[in-house]
């Protein structure tokens, strides 16, 4: 358990002092040095280099102090968190709690017992704000549980998680919340007119679903929409994957992880939004009833769409969830999320992600949201000439422009189906997952990447 208390001198204890050498936070787990004080305690001491720390660098400073308790194998310290306050604000406990979280997670495959949190005590808080650092301390501890959920869904290996499993995860999960959810299973997609949906998870023996949860924190509010990528075996289809991508396939479901989480936060603390959130799931394989090149579709919006990269999966049936939430669900506003591309990866590698965005006020929450996160997101231009990169000949639009401008297209691919509604694309191909670890503390793997992000956007409409 991690909670606001007083300092004790009996007790092990992280601090945080400014370093005299230069010294960036990211290397700042190289830096830390274990040291046993005069009370026979152990105190590890975490440099803050020469400038000045920001949220970011709280999440990452608590993310590497807590693994290095963790490689020591001490389960019960303290952490004086008076110099970072004092450096950015009282919300930064927020951040410090998720960087935790962060630090001590471990891959865990489904079924298996998670393990037990280190009791920490967070000291160094002025007696006036106790009940504020205790209630950003609560927060932090939602969000950080949120991303280690994200974090072991994603992680998950295809055979572990088919499409039903992932939804049945969720929904299990959701019994802790006030969140409503509606189960669509394939005979009911099909005969609601699903295609675009259906076409990809019939290529599959485990069948295709489609989540919808529903948060009302605020009623008679405005809706935002969220909807999620959630294919969780990906092997591109006819249009086959190279070999050594195929390691990455089990994480295609990333966009649906974060959508999921974020729910689960934002029911936990009772933020006073409305959010409607829709999870497509399906395989992507290879089988006698898979899409091939050339194929012409329908979908749920009545577009047909023309099938030219068959790797080309997820717009396809992010296109049919938007539409769910348009026309169905009525939403006001709409965001989608997932790893879509390889040329965002190509752009920004794995540290940014890339968006789209066709109203302004919409997506200055989205930037207040990752500015509160830390995480990195670029905002990528919209052009006449891109829009014409889909158009089809023989069908309404196609799945696949030229090959360039492929984060792009791709994003303009999905707005063509959300009836011109405020839209954000966000393409967390690059930032789900990393095999090389880019910050301290950051674990190998799935990342847990948006969650806070659209946590602290959907926030900001409190």
Not at 53 to 59: A, D, I, S
Not at 212 to 224: D, F, H, L, Q
Not at 296 to 308: D, N, Q, R
């Amino acid at each position: 358990m991690i909670k606001i208390g007083k300092y004790t001198e009996k007790a092990h204890h992280i601090s945080f002092i400014r370093d005299e050498a230069r010294m960036f936070v990211t290397d700042a787990y190289q830096e830390t040095n274990i040291q046993v004080t005069q009370k026979g305690c152990v105190e590890l001491l975490v440099g803050m280099g020469k400038e000045k720390v920001t949220l970011r660098n709280v999440k990452e400073l608590l993310a590497c102090a807590a693994k290095k308790m963790k490689v020591h194998q001490i389960t019960s310290y303290q952490v004086d968190m008076e110099p970072l306050i004092r450096e950015t604000e009282l919300s930064s406990i927020c951040l410090a709690v998720q960087g935790i979280y962060e630090g001590i997670y471990e891959v865990l495959l489904p079924g298996e017992t998670e393990m037990e949190l280190p009791e920490i005590t967070i000291t160094g808080i002025k007696e006036f704000q106790l009940s504020e650092a205790d209630a950003f301390c609560k927060e932090g501890i939602v969000l950080g549980e949120a991303q280690t959920w994200a974090r072991h869904m994603v992680n998950a290996p295809g055979n572990l998680l088919h499409p039903m499993d992932f939804a049945r995860t969720i929904l299990e999960k959701m019994e802790e919340t006030s969140v409503s959810c509606e189960l669509l299973v394939y005979s009911k997609l099909n005969a609601m007119g699903m295609h675009a949906l259906t076409s990809v998870g019939k290529s599959s023996e485990n069948p295709p679903c489609l989540l919808i949860m529903s948060y009302k924190g605020n009623p008679g509010g405005e809706v935002t929409g969220l909807v999620g990528k959630g294919v969780t075996c990906d092997t591109g289809g006819y249009c086959l994957k190279p070999a050594n991508s195929m390691m990455g396939i089990k994480g295609d479901m990333a966009g649906g992880a974060a959508v999921a989480a974020t729910m689960y936060a934002l029911a936990k603390q009772k933020v006073a939004v409305n959010v409607v959130t829709a999870i497509p799931m399906c395989e992507n394989r290879i089988s006698t009833s898979s899409l091939v090149p050339g194929d012409v579709i329908s979908s749920y919006s009545g577009k047909k769409i023309e099938i030219c990269n068959t790797d080309a999966e997820g717009r396809l049936i992010l296109a049919d969830a938007v539409s769910y939430l348009v026309k169905k669900e009525k939403v006001d506003r709409i965001l989608d999320i997932a790893t879509l591309t390889g040329a965002v990866v190509n752009m920004f590698g794995f540290s940014t992600a890339g968006t789209l965005g066709n109203d302004e006020n919409f997506y200055q929450e989205f930037e207040r949201g990752f500015e509160k996160s830390g995480e990195r997101y670029w905002r990528l231009p919209i052009y006449e000439e891109q829009e014409k990169m889909i158009e089809s000949e023989i069908a309404d639009i196609k799945n696949m422009g030229r090959d360039y401008c492929g984060t792009i297209t791709a994003g303009l691919f999905i707005r063509a189906f959300t009836e011109e509604k405020p839209w954000i694309h966000v393409d967390i191909a690059g930032t789900a997952w990393v095999d090389c670890p880019l910050y301290a503390g950051q674990p190998k793997g799935a990342t847990g990447a948006a969650v806070s992000t659209l946590y602290y956007m959907m926030k900001e409409k409190e």
